[in-house]
């Protein structure tokens, strides 16, 4: 098979296994009252969405119409491209395990439910906010495997709006747990694991 049309078999596959994960656990949120809700109209989730219409509209000529975006294509090792299917791969399962541990805690936006609970085991053991750095590793790997840079520049801004976004969410579940979240916050990394514990 032609390598290009295989590498984008490949982003369709991994983008469709990891969409239908995430409108799954999304699903299982409809009709639920929350207790508190944060706006979702701050400067950084305006910026992550529009960001993100930027990055869909890329996505799509780059599957229906690759020969407009072929300029912003990349020309390096077929090596490159597989680990992007392997950090992809890697991302889905690291979702399944996240969604999987944060269960009905979890929501699209951020949010306090009813009889809301801490947690603090599995991946949130060692880090705050382990599902933006899924979405970011995932944006990323897929990046790769499309060898555009275009596309890749588009996923390094999405990473950026996290940074806030997670600082907001950490402050409101100060809000919600106060010195039990502040004692979290001290065991843990807000994207990647302490190395040395913070006392
Ligand atoms: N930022 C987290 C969760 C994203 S889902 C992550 O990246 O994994 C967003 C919702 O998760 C928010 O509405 C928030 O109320 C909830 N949440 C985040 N961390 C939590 C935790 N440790 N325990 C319980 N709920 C949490």
Redesign the pocket.
């Known amino acids: 098979m032609e390598e290009e049309l295989l590498f984008r078999l490949l982003f369709i596959g991994m983008y469709g296994i990891f969409a239908t994960i995430r409108v799954y656990f999304r699903s299982q949120t409809l009709g639920r009252e929350s207790e508190e809700e944060r706006s979702l109209m701050d400067a950084p989730t305006i910026f992550l969405s529009i960001v993100i219409v930027g990055y869909f509209a890329t996505i799509f000529i780059y599957l229906l119409l690759p020969d407009w975006i072929f300029w912003a294509h990349f020309d390096y090792s077929i090596l490159i491209r597989w680990s992007g299917v392997v950090l992809g791969s890697l991302s889905i399962g690291l979702l399944v395990w996240?969604h999987r541990t944060?269960g009905r805690?979890?929501?699209a936006?951020?949010?306090?439910?009813q009889d809301?609970?801490?947690?603090?085991s599995g991946p949130?053991a060692r880090v705050?906010?382990?599902?933006?750095?899924i979405f970011i590793l995932f944006s990323l790997a897929v990046a790769l495997i499309s060898a555009n840079w275009l596309i890749l520049i588009l996923a390094i801004l999405i990473a950026i709006p996290f940074h806030w976004i997670?600082q907001n969410?950490d402050q409101?579940?100060i809000g919600q747990f106060g010195d039990e979240y502040l004692d979290?916050m001290k065991r843990t990394g807000r994207f990647l694991p302490q190395i040395r514990r913070k006392d």
Do not use: F
Request: glycine share 0%.
């Open positions: 996240t944060l805690q979890y929501a936006r951020l949010e306090i439910q809301h609970k801490l947690i603090e949130y705050r906010h382990p599902m933006y750095v997670s969410e409101m579940l979290y």
